[in-house]
């Protein structure tokens, strides 16, 4: 068996099967609800996985 996801790596898979980088609302909900998070969290932590990933792109 593989070992549980952090809640990080569920928000960067999430990210990365968005490629409007456009979070619904729902699915804001879905993943807080999931992670055990506030909205808000998973909301500035998908902002800060798009910058890190822009980051390293560009770089």
């Known amino acids: 068996m593989g070992s549980t ?3 990080d ?5 999430a990210h990365a099967g968005d490629r409007d980088a456009m979070v ?6 879905e993943l807080a609800e ?4 506030d909205p808000a969290a ?13 980051e390293y792109l560009l770089a």
Not at 9 to 13: D, F, H, I, P
């Open 5 to 7: 996801p952090t809640p």
């Open 9 to 13: 790596a569920l928000l960067l898979a």
């Open 24 to 29: 619904h609302l729902l699915q804001l909900r």
């Open 34 to 37: 999931r992670l055990s998070l």
């Open 42 to 54: 998973v909301k500035s932590r998908l902002h800060r996985a798009r910058v890190m990933i822009r």
